[in-house]
């Protein structure tokens, strides 16, 4: 819940800034192709309402369809119709270009699915690493290693008396 709390959280500051950032950078006047019901005083791109539909109603649905595969498809697919409908309402308002509705879809659409891509990526099950194994010294082993280093001594030792022996013979 808090990963999906804190990816709320980042699509919104995106799509402020991603929105208020282009219109200053674009500064594309609005159409006067008719007398509009609503008086808007910033730029055209990209339409902010299209932009911020495209990005949390595809989210919310991807984050209430979780558990649910075959919730995702119906949701997913409600999610685009809602976005769809606030596009074509920007057109019908006279507020916008139909390309500043496009660009509002494209950038809220691409937001979201990195998005929920950082969102599965943070999610994914750690690999299984492997248990260290406590190293055990025993008596048995310690042994061993001190017989191992005493053997080339006594070889040295029996090869002197064999020597030895055969110069007194």
């Not at 809602?82 to 879809?105: E, K, M, N």
């Not at 690999?127 to 406590?134: I, L």
């Amino acid at each position: 819940r808090r990963d999906a709390a804190l990816l709320m959280l980042a699509l919104g500051l995106s799509t402020f800034f991603l929105q208020h950032g282009l219109k200053l950078l674009v500064d594309r006047a609005r159409p006067e192709l008719w007398p509009r019901l609503l008086a808007v005083g910033s730029a055209a791109f990209p339409s902010g309402h299209a932009l911020a539909a495209a990005t949390f109603y595809p989210a919310l649905a991807w984050l209430l369809s979780e558990g649910r595969p075959g919730g995702r498809r119906i949701l997913m697919g409600l999610a685009a119709l809602i976005a769809l409908y606030v596009g074509v309402g920007r057109l019908y308002l006279g507020v916008h270009w139909p390309t500043d509705v496009l660009g509002g879809w494209l950038l809220g659409a691409t937001q979201t699915a990195l998005g929920l891509r950082w969102l599965q990526w943070r999610r994914r099950p750690e690999p299984a690493r492997p248990k260290p194994q406590p190293i055990r010294f025993t008596m048995p082993s310690m042994m061993c290693a001190s017989k191992a280093q005493e053997a080339p001594a006594k070889a040295f030792e029996r090869s002197t008396k064999r020597r030895s022996r055969s110069s007194s013979t």
